[in-house]
């Protein structure tokens, strides 16, 4: 079976920084993309930063360039979101996503184009 489980996120002043950790398993390619969502409370979700194996790229949102770093160890099958100068703002639950499938610029961070999401983990900044 698909599994995505992540850890690393607690409460944390602004300013501070965290690392959030997504181990995956149960996927049989290796071209996935992988990503990190986010959802606050009465807001819709909203893709943070992607990265795709295939080539290495990476993409952020505007909110976090500069502050938030994706990174991946194929080996352990772990994607990391490192995460610095927290503000309130990026109070949410975080949730890493990952698919197969080939996407479009415009897909890389819709959330209808992922198959596969983990349960979350609450990052709260104050």
Known sequence: DVQLVESGGGSVQPGGSLRLSCVASGFAGSNLYMAWFRQAPGKEREGVAVNYAGDGRTWYAESVKGRFTIS??????????????????DTAMYYCAADPRRKTDDSWHDAFWYMFWGHGTQVTVS
């Open 72 to 89: 991946r160890n194929s080996a352990e099958n772990t994607v990391y979101l490192h995460m610095t100068n927290l503000s309130p703002e």
